[in-house]
């Protein structure tokens, strides 16, 4: 199934909402524009008819020594004019005979390295006058298989003919090649010297990467160079994750941050689903746990739809045995209370089967609404585990492990058991289980398997361990580290919204905790799997939507730089931003 018409793209993306990072008077945070557009409930910034396209046969190019710099000049002067960076045309329908013959006779691109986010990892310049889009362009892309999707995509994005004939110069032809290096979402683009561009890739995720660079390139540059770009990404796994349990966020919204993902080459989306707010999904098994608003199963078979097409894989969270307040509210004797008899906020009693049954029902109905393979099963912040002493404040629960693991069990067994219990249900049903790392706890009788994923995200709650901890027991890690890639809506508990610029000049995958790298030994992308930005709602009313919207664009923009090239970047911050603001504006 083809994915909806993309959404129109406004403004320069450079817009920061009041309240953004990008925006704070802060001397650490230079991502801040002069851009005062106003923004819709979707992030998306208007923007005048004038700005939208260039005539026939222009285009703009950045001459990389003084180009950027011009770049900064021309985005910030649009910005100030509440317009957008000129667009190449669109490309009207294919001409027969001379007019196809002329082709060849367009601008030349410049013979370097498209400037593209992320950057390409390689180019070998060639002869010739590049590609760009000229009237007798087509899209050459098979009828049927998995590049059909990509062809008309493609040819709807340039607004040319899809053609399934021989492709011909001034073309851009779409292929599978199995000889591609680098992984099922490598790609390479050979633009030949009478201007025809082939993109290939192992796969149909590869050869999608690939027009995604094509476009970048043809905003920053008015096309392709001449000659061969190999390009693939350096980790596995780069993703945004979301809050919808606080803050509820419209389908609406969230598509418009997918179409900005994948022009980024993201390929995962999280969703945080349940919390002790509310639990913002549809439910047939137990629809009185369910808050208004939520999505319904008919948004978020759209959101996986919309993510097939886009090669982003749709991941939910309905964490537990913690964050479970939404549902404790429709049954309170799931709660946990301590020793006191006092109610525990968000926690389940991990000794109440019922408890257990109403989790495993809930996974059970969700598990064929979200196809991907991999599943977050939450596991953080489980109360009696952040207590000095859980043994002495939660007695019934103390009893209740040693009578079922003997005297060495600790209410960390309960709680090890009650999530290895979850994952069973989903792992029967073929998904892999990640999970947040201040729920794997060190010894114990009863242990976290090791093949399960670590979101590391925290070395500062109670418990909680370095990432040396983990890499040591031979686990594998995504980075999701609080210093640099939390988004905590209001600042609280000393968070700091984080900045395109810190992400960009001081974060590495190695980076998992603070601002120290693990060693270079184990911080290899078989162990440091990728990285997520992620948005927590804690304050829900501190930003809008469309604020969050403008506060994450550039931050997700250097890390999307970081997670797919491991080189030191070459652009400077400042070259980089106003880049942005050209190849990944606001949608």
Not at 18 to 34: F, K, W
Request: aromatic share 6%.
């Amino acid at each position: 199934m083809e994915a909806g018409p993309e959404p129109e793209i406004p403004g320069t993306g450079g817009t920061d909402g009041p309240g953004s990072p990008d925006s704070a008077d802060r001397t650490d945070r230079a991502d801040r524009t002069d851009s005062t557009d106003s923004t819709d409930s979707t992030g998306r910034v208007p923007h005048p008819a004038w700005a939208r396209r260039l005539p026939r046969g222009r285009r703009t190019r950045w001459p990389l020594a003084a180009g950027l710099a011009g770049v900064l000049l021309a985005t910030g002067a649009l910005a100030l004019a509440g317009g957008r960076t000129p667009q190449p045309p669109q490309t009207r329908a294919a001409p027969s005979g001379g007019a196809v013959a002329r082709m060849a006779a367009g601008p030349a691109v410049e013979a370097s390295a498209p400037r593209t986010i992320p950057a390409v990892r390689s180019y070998e310049k060639g002869a010739g006058r590049g590609w760009s889009p000229l009237p007798g362009t087509r899209v050459v892309a098979p009828k049927d298989g998995p590049l059909a999707d990509e062809g008309r995509r493609l040819a709807r994005e340039l607004d040319v003919p899809l053609a399934h004939t021989a492709a011909r110069d001034g073309d851009v032809a779409l292929a599978l090649d199995a000889d591609v290096p680098g992984g099922r979402e490598a790609y390479r683009i050979a633009v030949s010297a009478g201007g025809g561009a082939r993109i290939t890739g192992a796969s149909d995720a590869g050869v999608f990467y690939g027009t995604r660079t094509l476009l970048q390139a043809r905003r920053s540059g008015g096309g392709l160079p001449p000659g061969v770009i190999e390009d693939r990404p350096d980790r596995a796994q780069r993703g945004f994750a979301l809050d919808l349990a606080r803050k509820f966020f419209p389908r609406e919204w969230i598509e418009a941050r997918m179409y900005e993902l994948a022009a980024l080459k993201y390929n995962q989306l999280g969703l945080h689903l349940s919390d002790d707010q509310a639990f913002r999904i549809e439910s047939t098994t137990h629809p009185e746990i369910v808050s208004d608003p939520h999505l319904t199963k008919a948004d978020v078979r759209a959101l996986v739809a919309l993510g097939r097409e886009l090669h982003i894989e749709v991941i939910p969270e309905i964490d537990s045995p913690g964050h479970l307040g939404a549902v404790i509210a429709a049954h309170p004797s799931l709660g946990l209370r301590d020793g006191a008899g006092r109610p525990v906020r968000g926690a389940v009693n991990v000794i109440d089967p019922a408890a257990g049954r109403l989790l495993d029902e809930l996974l059970a109905e969700y598990a064929p609404l979200f196809p991907a393979r991999n599943w977050n099963l939450g596991g953080d912040e489980y109360a009696p585990l952040m207590s000095a002493d859980p043994e002495a404040r939660f007695p019934q629960l103390a009893a209740a492990a040693r009578e079922r693991y003997g005297e060495r069990g600790r209410i960390q067994d309960l709680a090890t058991a009650w999530l290895n219990d979850r994952a069973a249900v989903l792992e029967e049903r073929g998904k892999r289980i990640q999970q947040w790392n201040d729920g794997i706890y060190p010894g114990g009788v009863v242990r976290t398997p090791g093949d399960r994923q670590v979101e590391y995200w925290t070395g500062k709650e109670y418990g909680a361990r370095p990432p040396q901890d983990y890499l040591a027991e031979g686990r594998n890690l995504v980075n999701l580290n609080d210093e640099f890639l939390y988004y905590v809506l209001g600042e609280p508990n000393d968070f700091a919204y984080p900045t395109g610029q810190r992400i960009y000049e001081q974060w590495t995958p190695a980076v998992l905790r603070g601002t120290t790298p693990v060693p270079a030994s184990v911080a290899g992308p078989d162990r440091i799997l990728g990285a997520r930005l992620a948005v927590w709602c804690d304050l829900a009313g501190a930003q809008s939507t469309a604020q969050v919207a403008a506060g994450v664009r550039l931050p997700l923009a250097a890390l999307a730089q970081k997670v797919w090239d491991p080189r030191r970047p070459v652009l400077t911050w400042a070259e980089f931003r106003a880049l942005a603001g050209v190849v990944a504006p606001a949608r």
